[in-house]
T-cell receptor
Framework: GENVEQHPSTLSVQEGDSAVIKCTYS??????FPWYKQELGKRPQLIIDIRSNVGEKKDQRIAVTLNKTAKHFSLHITETQPEDSAVYFC???????????FGAGTRLFVKA | ETGVTQTPRHLVMGMTNKKSLKCEQH?????MYWYKQSAKKPLELMFV???????ENNSVPSRFSPECPNSSHLFLHLHTLQPEDSALYLCASSQAASGYEQYFGPGTRLTVT
């Protein structure tokens, strides 16, 4: 069945360093790839998304890259800050499909 | 209220009780979801409703019974639950069932004693 694999499950970085989280998907029909951030005790919220007609998208310190051939996409956070500490989920779905598949999540710790 | 709301926020119930979780979205969306979040499975899809019709049941035990009377409301009826059902239950909505951002509610923290 459809699957999204996310790595690493835990990531610890020093404040100011970069963090990279990677996901691979199995359904070649997928064309929408969102990333959600869930802070402790809060609900997941979208931080950035990308559609299959572009290879990269940036929003200040956050960027997402997509390689459709390899079926993988990545989240890049530069100049990390303690408030970036959270669980990050990637997901894949297709317009007109019936569900979104989420990755298992990455717990990011940013040490001050 | 704006966005996605859920009630109650906390619920403690015995294994023989019957209770219901409620979700309401004020975003004009057509799809609604129930997720279970626990330490073992961080975000586990349970049910998907698209235009009030159930389009996904992710092999959920029958002790969980969803109800979607209209596109703005979603319920999860609970009966004879097990302690391992203790978790955070998140509701979400989106413009359509796939290919769009999902907006999550704050969740209901359920404890089964």
């Amino acid at each position: 069945g459809e699957n999204v694999e996310q790595h690493p499950s835990t990531l610890s970085v020093q404040e100011g360093d970069s963090a990279v989280i990677k996901c691979t998907y199995s359904d070649s029909a997928s064309n929408y790839f969102p990333w959600y951030k869930q802070e402790l005790g809060k609900r997941p919220q979208l931080i950035i998304d990308i559609r299959s007609n572009v290879g990269e998208k940036k929003d200040q310190r956050i960027a997402v890259t997509l390689n459709k051939t390899a079926k993988h996409f990545s989240l890049h956070i530069t100049e990390t800050q303690p408030e970036d500490s959270a669980v990050y989920f990637c997901a894949a779905s297709s317009t007109g499909g019936f569900k979104t598949i989420f990755g298992a999540g990455t717990r990011l710790f940013v040490k001050a | 209220e704006t966005g996605v709301t859920q009630t109650p926020r906390h619920l403690v119930m015995g294994m023989t009780n019957k209770k219901s979780l409620k979700c309401e979205q004020h975003l004009g969306h057509n799809a609604m979801y129930w997720y279970k979040q626990s330490a073992k499975k961080p975000l586990e899809l349970m049910f998907v409703y698209n235009f009030k019709e159930q389009t996904e049941n992710n092999s959920v035990p029958s002790r969980f019974s969803p109800e979607c009377p209209n596109s703005s409301h979603l319920f999860l009826h609970l009966h004879t639950l097990q302690p391992e059902d203790s978790a955070l239950y998140l509701c979400a909505s989106s413009q359509a069932a796939s290919g769009y951002e999902q907006y999550f509610g704050p969740g209901t923290r359920l404890t089964v004693t």
